[in-house]
């Protein structure tokens, strides 16, 4: 059978990683697809660079469009990324009938329904497993490997240049800025890398997860995003002592009420496989009613394991684009008619447990007062630690920091409680207040 013929948009460090892969495994991926997978027409803007990553056998232009106007190509890879010309490219591929593979997690999560509604129609297939921990196959693991379960919760570690980060504040004991210098000149991290430490990178992702996992519409919109900005190193350290990490995890749940999605630094317990992920990996966890706990480790960005999963998906197409479009495997894993209308939660209807910082005169019957106020909201404590005053402020301080661990509670519940805390004359300064997750 003649090869599948790809044509590419935007040829940076994972195109150039895409054309290596295949063609150091071709033999191998063609023994897998069941025909040869070639891409022959290559669009960027800098068409010499273009060429000169492609190789000569390759057509280079300057303009997509004509990519997607090539009646030879099958297969449309988008690697541009952002919501803008990504966006009409996608749309005008897919309206001419190619097939898109993409690892653009900010397109899918914002424009998810369009696009998958566009390729439903058109009778095409979007592939996305780049877009989401890079190299790590969690897209198929989600929508194909753990078909069988009701999926209860997914927690992951989805944004490397945070990780990063945070192992180092907690190994050097460094604070946020400096460390966030020295990843930008290491080159873990971006220029601009608001988009990762705001933590809208991982919720980019953790929406996408949150849609196949529990066959909901991509609501960008409704998840809570919170990035790591705001941790103090004092913060990581009082963790540590109560022997938890922090890490910045990316969760989606089902709970009653609804559904859960949310991205924010938090709590886990040092002895969980998740809170041991250090540097630039990335981890998820899903748990499933049938087979329980899995995890799934790697690394989530790069060139080569980036084009892991862009090739992966390039092999799902090759096989699958002559199969009737009705049996091929639902773009969010479940039927299109049979989509889920189970409202994502807003944070005040969450329930998770919280650590709770308060900068606190140290005078006779603050504790009480602070304990007193939780109970009476009906929050049980699990574990407090104060350090003695000079530790914290210096020799003669007359200030110290109270640390509370709660049970589970509504995040309302205490927002009210912390209101009322805050109010308080020998409260202090803010209170610091990160999620606990036990993962258990
Ligand atoms: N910037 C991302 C990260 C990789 O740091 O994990 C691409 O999503």
New binding site residues.
């Given amino acids: 059978m003649k090869p599948i013929q790809v044509g590419l948009l935007g040829i940076g460090t994972v195109g150039g990683g895409t054309f290596k892969v295949l063609q150091r495994n071709q033999e191998e991926i063609k023994r897998r697809a069941g025909r040869g997978i070639e891409i022959t027409m290559v669009a960027d803007l800098d068409t010499a660079r273009a060429q000169a990553v492609a190789g000569e056998g390759v057509k280079v232009v300057g303009d997509a469009r004509e990519v997607i106007a090539n009646p030879d190509i099958d297969i449309v890879i988008e690697l541009i990324g952002g919501y803008g010309v990504a966006r009409t490219l996608v749309l005008e591929a897919i309206a001419a009938g190619k097939h898109v593979v993409t690892a653009n ?1 900010a397109l899918l999560a914002v424009h998810g329904t369009e696009i998958f509604a566009a390729a439903h129609a058109r009778g095409v297939m979007v592939a996305f497993e780049a877009a989401v921990a ?1 190299g790590i196959p969690i897209i198929k693991a989600l929508r194909e490997g753990l078909t069988a379960n009701r999926i209860q919760w997914i927690a992951g570690i989805i ?3 945070t990780n990063f980060i945070l192992s180092e504040m907690r190994d050097k004991g460094l604070d946020f800025d400096v460390v966030l210098k020295e990843a930008q000149r290491l080159g873990y991290a971006e220029a601009d890398p608001t988009f ?1 430490i705001e933590g809208v ?1 991982a919720a980019h992702k953790a929406t996408i997860m949150s849609a196949i996992a529990f066959g909901i519409p991509v609501q960008f919109d409704k998840a809570h995003v919170e990035g790591i900005t705001r941790l103090a190193s004092q913060d990581i350290r009082y963790a540590e002592q109560l022997g938890y990490r922090i890490k910045l995890l990316g969760i989606t749940k089902r709970v009653p009420k609804g559904i859960e999605l949310r991205v924010h630094p938090a709590l886990v317990p040092a002895k969980r496989l998740l809170a041991n992920v250090e540097g630039a990996m990335n981890a998820v966890v899903v748990h499933g009613d049938a087979v329980g706990t899995t995890l799934y480790y790697g690394k ?2 790069g060139s080569e394991p980036t084009a892991s999963a862009v090739i992966a998906d390039l092999v799902d197409i090759a096989r699958l684009h002559t199969a009737d479009a009705a049996h091929r495997v639902p773009h969010l894993a479940f039927q299109a008619d049979a989509m889920s209308d189970a409202p994502v939660l807003p944070m005040s209807e969450v329930v998770t447990s919280y650590y709770l910082r308060l900068r606190v005169a140290d005078e006779a019957g603050v504790l009480a007062r602070v304990t007193s106020l939780l109970a009476e909201a009906g929050i049980s404590i699990d574990a407090v630690l104060q350090r003695e005053a000079d530790e914290v402020g210096g020799e003669g301080s007359t200030q110290t920091d109270l640390i509370i661990l709660t049970h589970d509670t509504r995040e309302g519940t205490l927002d009210e409680v912390q209101a009322h805390l805050q109010s308080l004359p020998s409260v202090l300064a803010p209170i610091v207040r990160i999620r606990k997750e036990e993962l258990s």
Avoid: M, S, V
């Fill in positions: 997690k890079g944004n490397g240049t990762d990178d989530g960005a």
